[in-house]
């Protein structure tokens, strides 16, 4: 196997600590095994790139430039499609014409989605990301809850700590499991986690509930976003009326079913309207709202201002 040699793509506002944690696992392993990898900065035109928190990083090369790297990584921002350009997708679609395979840590994946480099391929993001993307790119598998994907053609994360198990699994794939445990014992990981492994607490944690039917109920409410559904068709899959439904979640979380469901609906909208392009009736109407008014009323109910005013406030994830 041909082990990767790495340009990594800085796109502005760029994730830092997304970055760090792909080069990071890299260098240690070339401290134990000199010259296991290879890589360097690239950007679209060479100039310094702002990252997200503010730290300039000035790349070694441009995109265009002749290059022995077989792995070109998109490393974008919170607003990943701002960036994007004609220019920069066919200058990825050369690479991959030329041979090299392609990687993305969270939003990085919407850059090479633009470019149509991904219909045949399963990808993962940070799982606020999750819902838009599939909204832009339904044709693209994406394994929304996995940490990281690994194939021979692309590699992608759901973020920093993610990005740290990919490039340990990398290293272990390359160089065998011995190496990459000694990595993970400098950067005080402990262990090589799963790419199977969840990026988010399962329901039980999140919500410090741990009834098993309370759980179920909150599962398949995830699932159903855009098509709510009503309290009688939640109940009766785990066996109880809706009634006892109602008494179960106060019990348990203090609130009725469907006002706990309100509110996983409206966290979907926040995320879209601060992760995605969509219109905000088109959000609505993806979280299960029939009317632009009764969206509104909601939204400013659970989040204090207005659909129109949270989009405009964006803030960066690190």
């Not at 990943?80 to 990825?92: E, I, N, S, V, W």
């Not at 991904?118 to 599939?134: D, K």
Request: some cysteine; hydrophobic content about 45%; overall charge neutral.
């Amino acid at each position: 196997m041909t082990r990767p040699i790495f340009d990594f793509l800085l796109l502005p506002e760029f994730s830092f600590i997304g970055f760090a944690a792909l080069v990071e696992p890299l260098r240690i392993a070339n401290r134990f095994q000199p010259d296991a990898y290879r890589w360097r900065m690239v950007g679209v035109d060479g100039q310094p790139v702002t990252a997200s928190n503010g730290i300039d990083l000035h790349p070694q090369a441009r995109l265009s430039d002749a290059s022995e790297a077989n792995v070109v990584f998109a490393i974008a921002s919170f607003n990943p499609l701002a960036h994007y350009t004609q220019a920069l997708g066919r200058l990825l679609q050369q690479r991959v014409q030329q041979g090299a395979s392609l990687g993305a840590i969270d939003t990085g994946c919407f850059v090479l989605a633009e470019a149509g480099l991904l219909q045949r391929e399963s990808v993962t993001l940070h799982w606020e990301a999750v819902p838009a993307f599939q909204e832009r790119y339904p044709l693209v598998h994406v394994q929304g809850e996995a940490r990281f994907t690994l194939s021979p053609t692309l590699m992608t994360s759901a973020g920093a700590m993610a990005s740290v198990d990919l490039m340990l699994e990398v290293i272990s794939r390359d160089h065998g499991h011995a190496l990459a445990l000694r990595v993970s014992e400098q950067l005080v990981s402990g262990w090589v986690r799963d790419r199977a492994d969840h990026q988010r607490l399962q329901i039980s944690v999140r919500y410090k509930v741990h009834n098993a039917k309370v759980v179920q109920v909150i599962e398949r409410m995830e699932l159903h976003i855009e098509s709510p559904l009503s309290c009688d068709a939640l109940a009766g899959p785990i066996g109880v009326t809706r009634r006892q439904l109602e008494r179960l979640f106060q019990d348990h979380l203090n609130v009725s079913p469907l006002q706990f469901y309100l509110c996983l609906r409206l966290e979907r909208a926040r995320h879209l309207l601060r992760q995605s392009s969509m219109g905000i009736i088109e959000i609505g109407l993806a979280c299960g709202f029939a009317s632009a008014s009764a969206f509104s009323r909601g939204y400013r109910r659970q989040h204090g201002m207005a659909p129109s005013e949270d989009r405009k406030e964006r803030p960066q994830r690190q």
